[in-house]
């Protein structure tokens, strides 16, 4: 536990020290716009690798055979490179300090301001289920109540992201991401060893466990579903957006989004073999997020149990303290500061610190009374994203439609998955959410088109 708490302090006092760049708005947020391929490929990688890629998904594998990592790597790995091969350059160009702003230069600040409301709660979700699985996480090395564990992740959490910032958590994620492959790539060596090799773990794999698309019970709409949700639910996320807006150039945004990508894909692979091979290893585990925990207690020399728990807090603090700060640069730059009118850059960063704490405090009481990892991960992914994703896809790429059939979307979106999710009973809610979503815009845009006169006269006819 000392050993885990000495690299926490070293991350807190790297974050404290690269903060102190901080002079504006833009730095705070944004790194001042000034990161390169190899930082920027490491923060986009850690931003999306973690609880759920270690901790949430290796459970849902060992539970649910392979066709449990359909969203961690394989859904998530795929929507970094979309957003790299698609949508870097554009976003980049525009010159955005935050995801809103495309909302309100595209359609109006209404749309802005309802689109902060819809994705806010989705990155507290997501920071949630960070902050449950750091607390997992300091709970098995120290033996504490795991509600105790959550409320001292929780405070540390919250403290650590105030003090930082884009810049701060970019180069902490670089070295955060060397700890993790680290801690990961010992965890497999480890499992490998105690299961024989290679050969006898693979032996301890039943063959219907090795289905990536699911059972044959599944319908193909079930399947569809359940990669739609990481793939067009986190592609225009507003937490990896922001490391693509702070790369220096649009090509560096680009090549890093899809390199971070594949580095997600290679290391989040290691869960992948250690869920399908757990079952051999623990079988009947209560809980089965706890399966790497207890495996690399279980195997790993102390030296190195440190060295791996330290790994799987980097994956935690790289991922909430962009959830976070995303949530809060959202309330405050798009919402915050066009109320307030006037305000210093100083006064910004202040406002952006105080909704951290805030939302950081909000993502505590969630944590806490969550079931597990991977429910408070899917609900964050599923939350509202339909319709940010027809409405960005279409507003980027056509100038069809305007305010109207954005807010007809957004709403569409929502609306629809919240009633599949938890009235309807729908299998299928976040593609029904998604066609809703775009059967709104492109309805609504159709009828912006008909002048108000002959809209007046069609009304009069019928």
């Known amino acids: 536990m000392l050993g885990v708490m000495a690299y926490m302090v070293i991350q807190f006092a790297i974050g404290v020290w690269v903060s102190r760049r901080n002079k504006s708005e833009d730095d705070y947020l944004l790194a001042g716009r000034r990161l390169g391929v190899g930082l920027t490929a490491f923060t986009v990688f850690a931003t999306w690798f973690g609880a759920e890629t270690v901790v949430g998904a290796a459970g849902n594998i060992y539970e649910n055979g392979l066709s449990g990592g359909s969203g961690d790597p394989f859904g998530y790995a795929i929507c970094l490179i979309l957003l790299g091969l698609v949508f870097a350059v554009p976003l980049w160009r525009r010159r955005y300090t935050t995801f809103g702003d495309f909302f309100r230069q595209r359609y109006s600040s209404g749309v802005e301001k309802f689109f902060v409301l819809l994705v806010v709660p989705s990155s507290t979700l997501w920071a949630a289920a960070q902050i449950r699985a750091f607390g997992q996480v300091v709970s098995t090395i120290s033996d504490l109540d795991v509600t105790v564990a959550i409320t001292a992740a929780a405070a540390f959490v919250i403290i650590y992201t105030v003090a930082g910032g884009l810049l701060a958590t970019a180069v902490t994620d670089l070295v955060q991401g060397l700890a993790l492959m680290l801690g990961l790539g010992l965890l497999f060596f480890a499992v490998l060893n105690a299961a024989g090799g290679v050969e006898p773990a693979l032996a301890l794999v039943e063959p219907e466990r090795l289905q990536l698309f699911g059972a044959l019970e599944k319908s193909f709409l079930e399947v569809v579903e359940a990669w739609a949700i990481p793939i067009c639910g986190a592609t225009l996320a507003a937490e990896v957006i922001a490391r693509i807006l702070a790369a220096h150039s649009a090509e560096t945004a680009r090549l890093a989004s899809v390199l971070g990508g594949t580095l997600y894909l290679a290391i989040g692979c290691i869960p992948v073999f250690i869920g399908l091979i757990g079952p051999g290893l623990l079988p009947g585990l209560e809980d089965a997020e706890q399966i790497i925990p207890q495996l690399a207690q279980q195997y790993l020399p102390t030296l190195f149990y440190v060295l791996f728990a330290g790994a799987l807090i980097s994956a935690i603090l790289s991922t909430v303290d962009s959830a976070l700060l995303a949530a809060a640069s959202l309330i405050s730059h798009n919402v ?39 429910e408070l991960i899917e609900t964050a992914v599923a939350f509202g994203t339909a319709g940010v994703f027809v409405v960005g896809v279409l507003g980027l790429f056509t100038r069809i439609g305007g305010t109207p059939s954005a807010l007809a979307a957004l709403i569409a979106g929502s609306v629809l998955w919240f009633v599949g999710e938890y009235f309807a009973g729908w299998t299928t809610p976040y593609l029904l959410s998604l066609a809703g979503a ?7 845009a159709a009828l912006e088109k008909i002048p108000i006169g002959k809209w007046q006269a069609t009304r009069q006819e019928t």
């Open 438 to 444: 775009a059967l709104a815009y492109l309805g609504v």
């Open 336 to 374: 915050v500061v066009p109320l307030r009118g006037s305000m210093s850059e100083r006064a910004k960063i202040r406002s952006a610190r105080l909704c951290v704490v805030l939302l950081g405090i909000l993502a505590y009481v969630l944590a806490i009374r969550a079931n597990g990892v991977y």
